[in-house]
């Protein structure tokens, strides 16, 4: 038995199918950023925010939607978004960004490489990078990851050598 539902701004009030409802969501969905991607599979998989929380296991699953399908916060860590994926049974490549990507790899030795191909210190990758002294160290070593901007450049040198 087909379910029916009401849409909040129908101003006829009629009963809908649940396709016709999940279309009319995902239709002003652009796929530009990965939240969006998040969401438009999500919608299309029926699975609510809340649910999908709770199925990749979030401490909070109400901040769901806030924390993994908001344009202002697209990094949440490789693996959270990996189960996000796995749940919705979606290829990471339809999901991942040009960041995600580069960070899901081994980001590591590629940027060790790229300071090793311009035969740069670790102090001069800081300065190039504009950052405080050691970050680039840290990145080198996974203590911590390179923010968006600094993945952006890495890749333009990159695709210039």
Known sequence: ??????????????????????EEKVKDIHLD???ERIRFYRIKNKIGGLEMGRLIG???PRSYEKTYENPAHPYNGVENIRKICKVLAVDENLIFDDYI????????SKIKKLR???GMKLYEMDKLFGLC???????????????????????AIIKDN
Do not use: C, Q
Request: hydrophobic share 35%; proline share 6%; charged share 35%.
């Open 33 to 35: 950023t990965m939240p």
């Open 133 to 155: 002294r050691g970050t680039y160290s840290k990145w080198e070593k996974g203590i911590s990851v390179p923010n968006r901007k600094s993945v952006e450049k890495i890749l």
């Open 1 to 22: 038995m087909p379910v029916s539902i009401f849409i909040e701004n129908n101003p006829f009030k009629e009963k809908i199918s649940r396709e016709m409802y999940i």
């Open 58 to 60: 979030m401490k909070e």
């Open 101 to 108: 990507r580069f960070i899901a790899e081994d980001y590591k």
């Open 116 to 118: 090793e191909l311009k």
